[in-house]
């Protein structure tokens, strides 16, 4: 019974999102009072991923140039039109550095090249998308970047592991993230 109500809760969240995105988020077209909606059947907010963001990553995966790098982290522009790039993690950085990057309460997308040690000995690292969406974050931001997240994960091709956060707890490197990833080692 209990699991029931939870999963009804749950649905009802999901379509409380998908309205306040509706209502809220995407704007009204010009003289219609219509709203605009992608053309598959998935609502979208409009923001598109800067191009400086693709060529990035292009460098990033591939260890070469100046993105010789541990992590990014995304931030949506001040006009809320499209992603762009907030921070660059110097290849010393650690994950705890990633994390200590990530705002209290306000959300983030970040991508980190994770270096970890596999179940039966060996050094590896993978490629892991976060979004951080806190808790402690306004409506708006977390319906925005909820609303947003398909753009830019489409747009770092090549990226397997993606993890929602919402707290603290679910960053913890030991108990929620390297679980996780070593699924995919």
């Not at 209502?23 to 605009?36: A, C, R």
């Not at 990014?72 to 992603?83: A, E, R, T």
């Not at 050094?123 to 976060?130: D, E, G, H, N, Q």
Request: with cysteine; net charge neutral; aromatic share 8%.
């Amino acid at each position: 019974e209990l699991e029931r109500g939870a999963r009804k809760q749950a649905e009802a969240r999901a379509h409380l999102s998908q309205l306040v995105i509706y209502l809220f988020i995407l704007p009204p077209l010009q003289g219609t009072g219509s709203f605009v909606r992608n053309s598959s059947s998935k609502m979208s907010t409009g923001v598109v991923v800067n191009d400086e963001v693709v060529e990035a990553f292009n460098d990033f995966k591939l260890k070469k140039g100046p993105n010789k790098l541990r992590y990014f982290i995304y931030v949506m522009s001040k006009d809320k039109k499209s992603i762009e790039i907030e921070k660059r993690g110097s290849i010393e950085k650690t994950y705890d550095d990633f994390c200590a990057e990530l705002p209290e309460s306000d959300c983030r997308y970040g991508l980190i090249d994770l270096e970890f040690e596999t179940d039966d000995g060996r050094p590896t690292s993978k490629l892991v998308f976060i979004s951080w969406n806190p808790d402690t974050a306004s409506v708006r931001p977390k319906m925005l970047y909820s609303g947003s997240k398909e753009a830019i994960k489409s747009a770092l091709n090549g990226v397997g592991i993606h993890i929602n956060a919402t707290d603290h707890s679910e960053l913890d490197l030991e108990t929620a993230i390297l679980p996780t990833v070593k699924k995919f080692a």
